[in-house]
């Protein structure tokens, strides 16, 4: 089979995107609003930007559902505050990140929903998810609008991993972490690494 994105639907080519650049990490990314309101979300358009100096990037999309035609609530939050915190999903908390994702009202707090901790940050004001084993608190760098989406950069400006995920010799634990990653409309665990001969 072959397809001509221009002459397809955006649900049809966005399936699938989704279902061959697998597997995508999820950025569980922490705002906070003018008004002081928290916010979380998850989001699987996210990779690393730059490593000098160290940049992560995530890609927003407009809202959806009774939503449709707004802009998602953690794009409005970054654009005004110009700060977020990355949380790495590991496989435990799959579930709380899962009620985080629901379309919920902008005051909203998906904290309270997911029933999770919000844990005051180093540098930046939005609060990390106290039960993440890796936050990364990020200034925004640029946003740049790719046709319906917006790529958001930041500049990483503080790491935090909990001592048990850590192997020592700036190196994660990635057995322990257990990092969730989406598969089209599906999640996947990484439990199984292996090298291959060079």
Same mark, same amino acid.
């Given at each position: 089979?072959?397809?001509?994105?221009?002459?397809?639907?955006?649900?049809?080519?966005?399936?699938?995107?989704?279902?061959?650049?697998?597997?995508?990490?999820? =950025?569980? $990314? *922490?705002? $906070? *609003?003018?008004?002081?309101?928290? @916010?979380? =979300?998850?989001?699987?358009?996210?990779?690393? %930007?730059?490593? !000098?100096?160290?940049?992560?990037?995530?890609?927003? +999309?407009?809202?959806?559902?009774?939503?449709?035609?707004?802009?998602?609530?953690?794009?409005? @939050?970054?654009? %005004?505050?110009?700060?977020?915190?990355?949380? $790495?999903?590991?496989?435990?908390?799959? !579930? *709380?990140?899962?009620?985080? %994702?629901? @379309?919920?009202?902008?005051?909203? @707090?998906?904290?309270?929903?997911?029933?999770?901790?919000?844990?005051?940050?180093?540098?930046?004001?939005?609060?990390? $998810?106290?039960?993440?084993?890796?936050?990364?608190?990020?200034?925004?760098?640029?946003?740049?609008?790719?046709?319906?989406?917006?790529?958001?950069? +930041?500049?990483?400006?503080?790491?935090?991993?909990?001592?048990?995920?850590?192997?020592? !010799?700036?190196?994660?634990?990635?057995?322990?972490?257990?990092?969730?990653?989406?598969?089209?409309?599906?999640? *996947?665990?990484?439990?199984?690494?292996?090298?291959?001969?060079?």
């Amino acid at each position: 089979m072959e397809f001509t994105p221009s002459k397809l639907g955006e649900k049809d080519v966005y399936k699938l995107l989704t279902g061959s650049v697998v597997p995508r990490p999820i =950025a569980w $990314v *922490s705002t $906070v *609003s003018e008004e002081g309101d928290l @916010n979380l =979300a998850p989001f699987s358009f996210f990779t690393v %930007a730059s490593r !000098n100096p160290p940049m992560l990037c995530i890609s927003i +999309g407009p809202g959806v559902g009774d939503r449709e035609g707004t802009e998602k609530d953690t794009l409005v @939050n970054i654009r %005004a505050t110009k700060e977020f915190v990355i949380n $790495v999903v590991p496989a435990p908390l799959g !579930n *709380s990140m899962q009620k985080s %994702a629901e @379309n919920l009202p902008s005051d909203a @707090n998906e904290f309270a929903i997911a029933e999770l901790t919000p844990a005051e940050s180093h540098i930046v004001v939005p609060k990390r $998810v106290k039960e993440a084993p890796i936050h990364m608190e990020c200034e925004l760098e640029q946003i740049i609008q790719l046709g319906s989406d917006h790529l958001v950069i +930041g500049r990483m400006v503080h790491y935090h991993i909990e001592d048990e995920y850590y192997l020592g !010799n700036y190196k994660v634990d990635l057995e322990k972490l257990q990092p969730l990653g989406r598969l089209a409309g599906n999640y *996947s665990e990484s439990r199984q690494f292996f090298k291959l001969p060079r």
